[in-house]
């Protein structure tokens, strides 16, 4: 069963792959090396906004709306 109380960050763990075959799993993989990366956040505009201004490893804001959407739909 899911946990609705499960950070994005958490979510966005599950994701990693070594190969990085996707867009959101590269972004996991970039995220777990990320220090600063808000773990405990389960704001949508929290994380945008730490990552529109301090990810410079997500391509496009695109890839973290897809990887928003995958998370909610998993809550």
Same mark, same amino acid.
Request: glycine fraction near 2%.
């Given at each position: 069963?899911?946990?609705?109380?499960?950070?994005?960050?958490?979510?966005?763990?599950?994701?990693?792959?070594?190969?990085?075959?996707?867009?959101?799993?590269?972004?996991? @993989?970039?995220?777990?090396?990320?220090? =600063?990366?808000?773990?405990?956040? +389960?704001? #949508? $505009? &929290?994380?945008? @906004?730490?990552?529109?201004?301090?990810? =410079?490893?997500?391509?496009?804001? +695109?890839? #973290? $709306? &897809?990887?928003?959407?995958?998370?909610?739909?998993?809550?």
């Amino acid at each position: 069963m899911p946990s609705k109380s499960r950070t994005f960050y958490g979510w966005l763990m599950t994701n990693r792959n070594p190969v990085a075959a996707t867009e959101i799993q590269q972004f996991a @993989n970039n995220a777990f090396l990320d220090q =600063s990366f808000p773990k405990q956040s +389960t704001d #949508f $505009d &929290e994380l945008s @906004n730490y990552l529109e201004g301090s990810a =410079s490893y997500l391509m496009s804001m +695109t890839i #973290f $709306d &897809e990887a928003w959407s995958e998370y909610q739909a998993s809550r």
